[in-house]
């Protein structure tokens, strides 16, 4: 099926749920539904920062606007990440970047449970996928990015068959079996199992008492609408209400069982790598208005948008993501191992997409590797049993397997990695020049460092020289921790994140 085809059907499917909605407080008590939707909500934990903001700015409509400039004055997060994604967007230059591709892999990173949303009835992430191969036959080098040089300075335009990718069907099983099982999803995206019993005790719990006040309703869910629900996961405690009804619940009180964000962060292992950045400090404004840094610390800060939500969670236990996401995170660690694939513990973790990591950075996610070997022929052998002798069956582009004897004469890959200066897979150093220096404003916008534009900047700010303080700091595990967590809440991120470091107030 040719993919327009397949996009085609993506966005005219939807989802069949019952909705139990309270009419007095006008709020959706749970939507009941089988493993699909709630497949697709799992599939969130999955998605790249990069790709949530690119989902979400095409997803806007003049309908719900209003609302949904109305939650994100609560949830800098979103603003933060639509900031690192307009700079890269922004950044013109190919002096920055070790590759151009660079720049097109922050804008579009790849989702590291890709195999897995492929196999979804509804999947929001269009993302092009790493099943296809391109190939320079004229050094045995190979790369699953278009567009891309190989070494010798030819380019890989050869794009062979893939032996071993396999047709994905809609209906095969993504994180959930298909047994028959119906699920409840409460308005703050707790998910359970369904049955009488816990319909009852969950309803006594959330303090629905007059059955009176509560009406079944049914309803299609379409593309869209789950990509309102990602938003408002991001941005709400009651995502179902304000996707469903389109409004926010009457009731304005504490909801229930919110989660909440916990002050600390528990660092965890790691290798100990540190960045030191120069930051320049407005005594008589107490924040942090400018990070001198050189390409580490400003790859570690666009590496964000190639990071799955579902490993920021774990990351921070849970604590500071803003909405209820932490709720689909507790539900998919929660839900009963007889009712999931093997695939549901990757949720819990996915990692960044090969190649899609950050080498320097001191963040303990994992960097998943891809398959080291592969081999390309430009057919596949056919023996021929009268003779016992194998014979070339020609394949226009050729073929490229994992496995050696499904092709004819074949030739051993070697793959290119675009984040490599020689585009090899040994010396990979990131996304941006790490040698060359930077600026990071506290609005966490990156320009290119020379004494001119640090001139210019200090004019724009209208701040005199002698007002100005400069500190080394060094970033670890720790401290970018830290950073991250005021990624996810604070408007000021370089001050709320390092400003501790320097003994300068937090700014709420």
Known sequence: MAPEQEDSQEESRTIHVKILVHKQSNKVVFVEAKKDFVDTLFSFLSLPLGTIVRLLATNNNNNDQQQHQQLLESSPFLDNIKYIYQTVQDITSNDVWNNPLCKQMLLHPRNPCESQCMKL???????????????????????????????????????????????????????????????????DLKIVQSSAMTTLSLLKELGYSDLTQLEEITHNIDKQEILNLLKYSLTSHEPMTNTILKSSSKYKGNLPNQSSSAEGVKPCASGGTKMDVKVVRSISQKKIIFVEANGDFVGFIFSFLTMPLGSIVKLLDGNSIAGCVGNLYKSVEKMDSSLCTNSRTVLLNPGVA????????????????PPT????????????????????????????????????????????????????????????????????????????????????????????????????????????????????????????????????????
Do not use: H, W
């Open 121 to 187: 009835f509804l999947n929001i992430d269009d993302t092009e996928p790493s099943s296809k191969f391109y190939v320079c036959d004229s050094c045995f080098k190979f790369t699953t990015f278009q567009n891309l040089d190989c070494t010798c300075g030819k380019p890989t335009n050869r794009q062979p068959r893939n032996l071993d990718s396999k047709r994905v069907d809609a209906q095969n099983q993504a994180f959930l079996r298909e047994n028959g099982s119906t699920f409840l999803v409460f308005d």
């Open 354 to 369: 090969p190649y899609f990591g950050c080498p320097n950075q001191p963040l303990n996610i994992p960097d998943l590797q």
């Open 373 to 508: 070997t592969y081999y390309y022929g430009t057919g596949t052998p056919y023996e021929t049993y009268n003779y016992s002798l194998k014979r070339e069956v020609k394949v226009e582009g050729g073929v490229i397997s994992k496995t050696k004897e499904s092709i004819f004469n074949a030739r051993l890959l070697t793959a290119l990695d675009p984040k490599s200066p020689n585009m090899s897979r040994e010396g990979v150093v990131g996304f941006v020049q790490r040698l060359a220096l930077y600026g990071v404003g506290d609005d966490l916008k990156v320009k290119s460092l020379s004494a001119n534009s640090f001139l210019l900047y200090l004019k724009e700010l209208s701040l005199p020289i002698e007002d100005l303080q400069v500190e080394v700091i060094s970033i670890g595990e720790a401290e970018a921790l830290s950073f991250l967590k005021a990624f996810l809440t604070a408007k000021f991120t370089l001050t709320s994140g390092l400003g501790n470091l320097l003994d300068v107030p937090k700014l709420e």
